[in-house]
Structure formats: structure tokens, C-alpha cells
């Protein structure tokens, strides 16, 4: 086989490069085809560690195969060539090709043997998913870019220290489950702390509290495509990499957990439709960190499954928007509704993503979710166990319900905007046929995991179980629904301490050294008056301050730290 | 209301039949028969509850996701007492 040792990632990354300098037909081609070889590249190779060497002197294991994986890998690579069916026709050069190398950094990601091929792949992924939002072309996508980019440099510099510091206490740079965290801060050796800043660099990416904001406030400011892209790869990467790394951790399981509550409460009160879905990632991905909190083989494989079905269906979601958006150039519940009329194809597949996401039965999330809810039960998580089912309920009342209602029935808003083009729908039938596959047949979804350690979902009264609990959610969303009528508002997030409070704390500190050194000034030259001398009388005398010669190059040192300054303080908004 | 008669006769043929007001009464009706049986289907699979709690009583989870929701959308609305503002709040 000629791919026996070959990482696929640097298919797609060569695709990407080949994308930008190809003709638009060209590009076509080698953006639909380079998925498919990368696929058959990933299904070649055994599992083992494949490939060492060395970089900068540390022994690094580039590729190394497990089935967990392999099925990322897997699903980053269909969502590459579902995305790009998706967006051929429509996106810029550059935000395919930024797109790609974006899924090759996933792909990268899922065989990264240790930890500083991870590193490297990851801050790749944040590199070519910012220039992914910028393509948004606009300012608010550009501002929303770099608030982006700084929390993934944030999340970078946490990796690669915790990264360094696990490499000095412990001489392995191997991705292996670590140790339990020390949750006593008081007695806490280096490599608790190692491991510490390693759980919050992930977490970071994952979109964890405190720091979820980053995802509500950047995917929405992308273009109708980018956000199909942005929405796979970077959480999932981080939940993969929580899976390898903190298996069983406690600590995760309330993460977990905090994040499935915000995602849903957040969405409740949202009006952006894009917005809306990227609350319910941080809640979907909630359920798989929570699971891999639980720790236990069905956990984590309910983990693995649930990233797998989620990609899926939340591309399949954010093409149901995108689409919208391209036809309407609209994003607010409050400015849409009615759009099933002309929309037939979009609404459909919406809908089918959004019952997938509510865990439908015959639909994928139902046969990977209900995974983690077993997990849970069967090591008499009783609380764990209820609040996921309070959440399952939720998601089918902020995402199941809410999106498809605002965005294609609610009223008519007059509306009449054509279907999706054929490329688009092309995409979402592919992805919509696959919610219903893996729902109704997911097996060959099962024979990827490990052990097959499985249980069976459809038994009677597990239907019955979930077919009440979200009918009854669904009876609540419209006997509730004057209560959730859209308003033009925005919901505040914890990142208005860095957008807000701390802006305007730096803002207040320059204004007030700006008056202490006026009141200097002032106070100096009415010393000087004072004592009859004039600035042109001292500057007369030698070696006095105002006359003396110093190198330019201190004079350019300054200004570079004023810049430097003004450049972060600036970018804090 | 006097909604029915009205709209076929301003827009005749374009109103599409799934906002005519007697359909979605229509809809209410067999979204509740199904509801229903939804619940009366228990009765024949059992419970599917676990840990011997509220889990297992009859009906639990249609109860369970109804009020959930309901803390749900209360809670919400509550927070974003707090926590709305204009969407325009950043662009100032």
C-alpha cells in the first residue's frame, strides 16, 4: 500500500496550497477529490504508532493510529468534502483554501502521537480557522477574527507551557491519559500544574467556561460557508484530545454539564439564527465532555460516537442557515420566518438537523447520545443522569424547535427567496441522508469503536422514554412560545470583562496618568517660572536634559514599547 | 375569527395549507392524539427509568420534559432580565 505510513492530513494540506493557484474548475475537482484519497489514506493504514522522528531534538510520533482515532479522522475528512460540495461555488479562493488546511490541522490532530506534533497542528487549525473568519469580509468579522485569534493564542500559550512542563517532570512526550487532577490547590506538585495548564488550553478550544464565549461571538461573523468549516473541526479536535488525555477526570463532568445548561439558556434568549447554533455546539459538545468526564469505555465511546454524529448534523444545520443567509443576506429570528414556502429542500434538511440534534429517534444523535445517558446510568450517576435528560429535553426546545420554527415558519415575513443551489443541496441532502443512516442503521458507526463497547438503544422503552420527553418539550415550546418571542437584543457572556470591564479599566488608567502628567507639566514649568528661567536659558547650559544627544535606537526602543502597548490595548477591542 | 374567510379571498390558491388556521387546528388535534399515545404506550413497554427514584413512576418523562423546559424558558427569561441588551451594544 503506498499509504501505509503517510500522514493524510498532508493530503488535504496539499490540496489546500493547490486550491488557491488552480483555476476555479480545477479547484473543483482537486477540493472533492483530495477528501476522498485522504479518506482511502486514513482506511490504509494499521493501527500502531506508524512514523518517529525526531524535531528540534525531541523524539515526536507524527502518525499513530487507534480507532478512536481513526473515526475522527474520519468525519473531519467527510466534513471536508461535505464543506467543500458545499461552498465550491460560492466561497473565496482564499477561505477554501484556509478551510482545508484548517481540516488537514483536525486530521493532524487526530494521528498527533504526542504532544508537540498536537501542538503543532492545533495552532494551525487557530492560524487558518481565524483567516476562515476574516473571509467573512466584514468588520465585524474582522474584529470578531481577532478576538478569536488572541483566545487561541491564550489556549496556545497554556498548551505549550503545560506542554514543556509535562516534557521536563516527566521525560515522555506521549499523548497517554494523565494523571488525576490535584483539585487541592494548596498541595500542588509541578506536574499537577502541568497538567492543569494542559486540561485549560484543551478546554479553551473546546469552548469551556469561562471562556465559551469565543465561538457565539466568532462563527456567526463568518461567511454562509465558513461557518459550516469552523462549526467540525476545533471543538471536536479538543474533545478528541480530552478523550486521549483526561479520560474519567471528574472535574469534567461538571464542565461538562455547565456547558450543556449556558448552551441552551444562551440559545433561549438569542435572536441571531447563526448565533443559536453555535450556542447549541458549546451544548453539544457539553454532553461529550460530560462524558468523558463519566470515563468509562461506553462513556468515552459515547463521546467519540456523539463528535461524530455531531459534525454531521451541526454542518448539516449551519448549511440550512448558510443558505438562508446567502439567498436573504439575513440572520435574525426577527427578520425571518415563512421561508418554508420557497425554501422546501433547506427547511427540510434543517429539519432533519435539528431533529437529529435533539436526539430523534431514527436519527443519528439518537443512537450515539443516548449512549452517554446509559454511560451515566450505569454507574448510578443519579443527578448527572437527570440533568441530561433535562438537557435533551432542552436541546430539542433551543435547537430541535426554536431554529427551524424562527427561521422557516413563525410568521410570514414576506419573504420569498429561491432554494438552495444545486451544490448547496447537493451537501445537505448528503449530510441529512446520513443523520437518518446512522439513525436508523449505525452499525458501521459502532464497528469503528474499540471493543465495540456498545449498548443497544432501541428497546422499547427507551423510545417510548425519549419520544414523551421530547414531544412533551415540543408542547412546552408552544404553550410557551409568547414567552420567547425574539427581541432585537444580544445576550451579555463572560467576555464582556475582556470586551468591556477591562477595556475600559485600561482606558480609565491612561486617562488618569494623561492628568497626573498634566498636573506634572503644569506644577514643572510653574517651578521654572518661578525661579525666572526660561527653557531657552537652560537649554543654554551644558549637559542639561532638554539639549543632550542620546542614540536614535533608544528613542525607537521607546516607541516600539508605546506601539506595542497601543496594538494590545487596541485589540482588546 | 374573521381571519378564515378572508385570506383565501385575498390571496386564493397562494395561501399554502399549512397556515390555514383550520389546519393547524387540525395539527394541535393530532399532535395531541399522539401525545396521548405517546404516555398510554408506556403501559405496554414499562418504564424505562433505573434508579428506583421519580425516574420510574408512570409518566415521568413526559412530566420531566415539560416542566424542564418550562424551568428552562423561566429561567431564561429571568437572565436575560439581566443580561440583554440592544444588539447594537458592541458597535458603540
Known sequence: MIFESFPPALILLTAALLAVIARPNARAIILLVAPLITLWAIWSLPEGVLLTTRFLGYPIEPLEVTPVRRMFATVFTIMAFAGALFSFRTAKTAELGAAFAYASGAVGVSFAGDLISLFIWWEMMAIFSTIVIWCGGTEASRRAGIRYAMMHILSGV????????????????????????????????????????????????????????????????????????????????????????????????????????????????????????????????????????????????????????????KALLLMSAGVVMYRTGLRRCTDLGGLFRTMPVTCICGIIGALAISSFPLTSGYTTKTMISVAAEHEHLVFVWYMLAAASAGVF??????????????????????????????????????????????????????????????KPEKLVFYLQLLLFSGLAFFLLLDYMKRTNTITLDLDWFWRVAIFNAGNWVFDQTTRIRGGMEKAFVGWLKSKEETIEDLSERDGFILRATSATGLGALYVMILLTLYVFVYYLE | MAKKPEQPEQAPGHDHWLVRPENIRKMWIWSSVVLGLTVIAEFFTGSAGHFGGPDQWFGFPAIFGFLSCCAMVFGAKVLGMILKRKDDYYDL
Request: net charge negative.
Open chain 1, 397 to 458: 426546545l433551543h435547537a430541535g424547535i426554536k431554529f427551524p420554527w424562527f427561521v422557516f415558519f413563525q410568521k410570514d415575513s414576506g419573504l420569498r427567496p429561491k432554494d438552495a443551489p444545486w451544490n448547496m443541496a447537493a451537501a445537505m441532502i448528503f449530510f441529512a441522508f446520513l443523520c437518518i443512516a446512522l439513525g436508523v442503521y449505525p452499525d458501521p458507526l459502532y464497528a469503528m469503536l474499540p471493543n465495540h463497547a456498545v449498548v443497544p438503544v432501541y
Open chain 1, 158 to 313: 497554556l498548551l505549550k507551557i503545560g506542554i514543556e512542563g509535562v516534557y521536563v517532570h516527566t521525560g515522555s512526550l506521549d499523548i497517554v491519559a494523565m494523571q488525576a487532577l490535584n483539585l487541592n490547590i494548596f498541595a500542588l506538585q509541578p506536574i499537577d500544574i502541568d497538567i492543569w495548564l494542559l486540561l485549560a488550553g484543551v478546554l479553551i478550544n473546546a469552548a469551556a467556561p469561562p471562556f465559551s464565549a469565543w465561538l457565539p461571538d466568532a462563527y456567526p461573523e463568518t461567511s454562509p460557508t465558513g461557518a459550516v468549516f469552523l462549526s467540525a473541526f476545533t471543538t471536536k479536535t479538543a474533545v478528541l484530545a480530552l478523550i486521549l488525555l483526561f479520560p474519567g477526570q471528574q472535574v469534567l463532568i461538571w464542565v461538562g454539564l455547565y456547558m450543556v445548561f449556558y448552551g441552551i439558556i444562551m440559545a433561549l434568549l438569542e435572536n441571531d439564527a447563526r448565533r443559536i447554533l453555535a450556542y447549541s455546539i458549546i451544548n453539544q459538545v457539553g454532553f461529550m465532555v460530560t462524558a468523558v468526564g463519566i470515563g468509562t469505555e461506553l462513556a468515552l465511546n459515547g463521546a467519540a460516537l456523539h463528535a461524530f454524529a455531531h459534525i454531521i448534523y
